[in-house]
């Protein structure tokens, strides 16, 4: 948008004044950041309401992307950006004495979400609208996001996340567009016109309020919507004038019970407890989501037997494919379409992505738990069930075995993955090699059953956000140096290998990467009181805490380098500073084990002078969005070392590449892409192979001991482990000693110990030749363009959801 400082200046003023009755003397930073907020939120209303006149007028074809979690992070650096007036607005704060970044550290971030499959929806909902795509999330508004870890001792301690607490200014409540849920009671079925009729009786309602914040295109007039529901009480359950004392006990369980289901989102867990509420949010933002679809397609005039032209819905890993069943319920029960008619729209609607191949992480639900909260829905899965098996026979005559393990319900449990690839036309993974072990190995039936719906979108990210906004240096020598078309195209970044041998150039990177690694020295000097040196190579693992990520295999390694510094304190090693970031489940002991682990390890070494600072660890509390946005471009090596076959994809691995990082990697997930993008010289690859890992999970053939009794490094690392080297208490790491002993290391981490040492000592040898070093980096960030997630949602679009990216939003009358 086109805006002069002047105006921004006095619009600013007046923005403070109208909201909270000040002046800029007097208004503290939280009411700053809110006038700033809200007036680039009238900046956008303009536009957002003539995006949602020209979709519901034009008929254009809608893809509506459902997801339990968007994890968005803070919206104020990335809606300047966007709407092409951040430097005009920064300009305008300084004349008023005001720091614009200031005020971008005050926004909460918004963590409704875990980590990738979050983000990811998120890098999704940026780049659809900056591709003009009129693509919208729909999710829950949870009051009490992912929790706040703080460290003490060592320890991760949870937190409850309040980021509503001082409001959300990007936020819209549309009371008037809210939708009745309905939750248990029982089906009657009467005939009604001849017509076999379900009617819904004895159920509970509950309010779904939708809670819209714009989602703004890059350099468009367009603004799309993250439509999240919060859940309330409907209101006839208050009535106070037949109100008893008992009416009001029971109001207020009624009203809990209520609130409960948008009150926090769920971490990624082995804990089952909650289960019932977590199967309730799912139901819960899925119908209220596909019927105020259908209520405002319905005001566009358009036939119902045409909703496939014009709706696409995306089903974000298996946590929303109760949609299949519940859009089936309102096409028959509502719109009285027959099976067959509402099971090609439905199928045709529907598109499935899965996330994962870990078999705990597949949502199934106990059958009597099922039919009690949902009782149609349910009767409706096993009419599809139904059928499914009868066709699975027509293929496969008498093959019980397989038919029971393809069924949707089966051993009392209804297995929504099943559900959702039966219920979609379009069944992705998130990377080719993903993709490639779905069809084969984990879903080889369904594969078989249906090869036309599997198909690869290797994952992206937006790479406004994550190289424009957090990295303005490099991002602005970019632009000096091969132009600014890349911005739209970010392919066009290849344009950087040119000057790979350019020393100018490569200074320049250098001294970016060089800055940008001192002000995060002082940051975590502030923060830590750990004093960390710019010079010292910056190794990073950034990402949620789980066994087969192998945090452990980093910590164990770090410990090595120690040991060695320990033997001879003149070994020439350069000094590295390792950084940590990840949150665990607060159920997931092993997990938390690990953080405590790296905490005690960079206690021990941060604190022994006798290694020459050659060594540091820094365990950074509360890993989210804005700290990653902090932490990637200071990055010179990017751990991804994931069991080969494990990690879907990754996408924080796209993130330090586009950075100008150096990947030390598995060949796993989207890994494999970005060696083959960026070449095998520029990225280090070490490990066993996922087909390694996959034969020995069949196979077997690995023991753990052996590597434990053949290598004497090893050796020494399990035996620290409880040997009161790193606690006074021997019991204090006995779970990660024994799933690496007992249990047989699970994730290979003794298997890929040497493989990984040896890497960092090439990670070492490369360093310590500038010149070759900074050719990496910028050959990593040429070859980054490929993963912007414009270029993923373009491949959504065209394979899976018929949408058209437009140009511009028509001029509205
Ligand atoms: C399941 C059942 C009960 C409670 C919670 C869950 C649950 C919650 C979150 C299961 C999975 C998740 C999140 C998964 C996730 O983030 N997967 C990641 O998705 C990324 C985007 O595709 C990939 O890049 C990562 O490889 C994948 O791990």
Known sequence: ???????????????????????????????????????????????????????????????????????????????????????????????????????????????????????????????????????????????????????????????????????????????NKAIEVRFGGKIRIDYINNRMTFIHEDYEPVRAVPYDTPVVAYDKNMVNTLRLW??????????????????????????????????????????????????????????????????????????????????????????????????????????????????????????????????????????????NLLPRIYMIIEEINRRFCEALNRKWPGQWGRINNMSIINDGLVKMAHLAIVGSHSVNGVAELHTEILKHQELSNFYQFYPEKFNNKTNGITHRRWLMKCNPKLSNLITDTIGSSWIKAPIELNSLAKYKYDPAFQNKIASIKKANKANFSNLIKNKYGIVIDPNSIFDVQVKRLHAYKRQILNVLHIMHLYNKLKENPSLDILPRTFFFGAKASPSYHLAKQTIKLINSVATKINNDSSINDKLKVVFLENYSVSLAEKIIPCADVSEQISTASKEASGTGNMKFMMNGAVTVATLDGANVEMKDAVGEDNIVIFGLKANEVISYNKYGGYSSWDVYNNDMRVNKLITQLVDGTLS?????????????????????????????????????????????????????????????????IKQYSKDIWGTRELKLLPEMD
């Open 1 to 175: 948008m086109i805006l002069d400082k002047e105006k921004f200046k006095s619009d600013y003023v007046r923005k403070l004044m109208n909201s909270f009755a000040e002046e800029i003397e007097g208004a503290s930073k939280l009411h700053k950041y809110f006038a700033l907020g809200g007036l680039v939120r009238d900046y956008v209303t303009e536009n957002w309401v003539n995006t949602n006149k020209y979709y519901l007028e034009s008929g254009e074809k809608q893809i509506y992307y459902f997801s339990m979690e968007f994890l968005i992070g803070r919206l104020l650096g990335s809606n300047l950006l966007n709407l092409g007036i951040r430097q005009v607005c920064k300009d305008g704060l300084t004349e008023l004495g005001i720091s614009l970044e200031e005020l971008e550290e005050i926004e909460n971030d918004a963590g409704l979400g875990n980590g990738g499959l979050g983000r990811l929806a998120a890098c999704f909902l940026d780049s659809m609208a900056s591709s003009g795509i009129p693509g919208h999330g729909c999710g829950i508004r949870y009051r009490y996001g992912l929790f706040e870890q703080k460290i003490i001792d060592g320890y991760q301690v949870e937190v409850p996340d309040y980021w509503l607490r001082d409001g959300n200014v990007w936020e819209i409540r549309k009371e």
């Open 230 to 371: 919060s859940a309330e009480p409907i209101a006839w359950e208050f009535d106070f004038n037949t109100f008893s004392r008992g009416d009001y006990v029971k109001a207020e369980a009624y009203r809990a019970s209520v609130e409960a289901i948008s009150q926090v989102l769920y971490p990624d867990d082995s804990n089952w407890e909650g289960k019932l509420l977590r199967l309730k949010q799912q139901y819960f933002f899925v119908s209220a989501g596909l019927q105020s679809i259908l209520r405002s397609y319905k005001k566009s005039g358009l036939p119902i037997n045409e909703l496939n032209k014009h709706i696409a819905v995306h089903i974000n890993d298996t946590h929303p494919s109760v949609a299949v069943a519940e859009l089936m319920r309102i096409l028959i029960d509502e719109e009285l379409l027959s099976w067959d008619e509402a099971w090609h729209i439905t199928t045709d609607i529907m598109a499935y992505t899965n996330h994962t191949i870990l078999s705990e992480a597949l949502e199934k639900w106990p059958v009597d738990m099922f039919k």
């Open 728 to 792: 006074h208490s021997r019991a204090e790491f006995k779970n990660i000693y024994e799933s690496l002993l007992m249990f047989n290391d699970e994730y290979f981490v003794l298997k890929d110990f040497d493989a990984y040492a040896k890497a960092h000592e090439r990670v070492d040898s490369l360093y310590r030749n500038n010149t070759k070093w900074n050719e990496m980096c910028i050959m990593n960030i040429a070859h980054s363009g490929v993963f912007s997630s414009d270029n993923t």
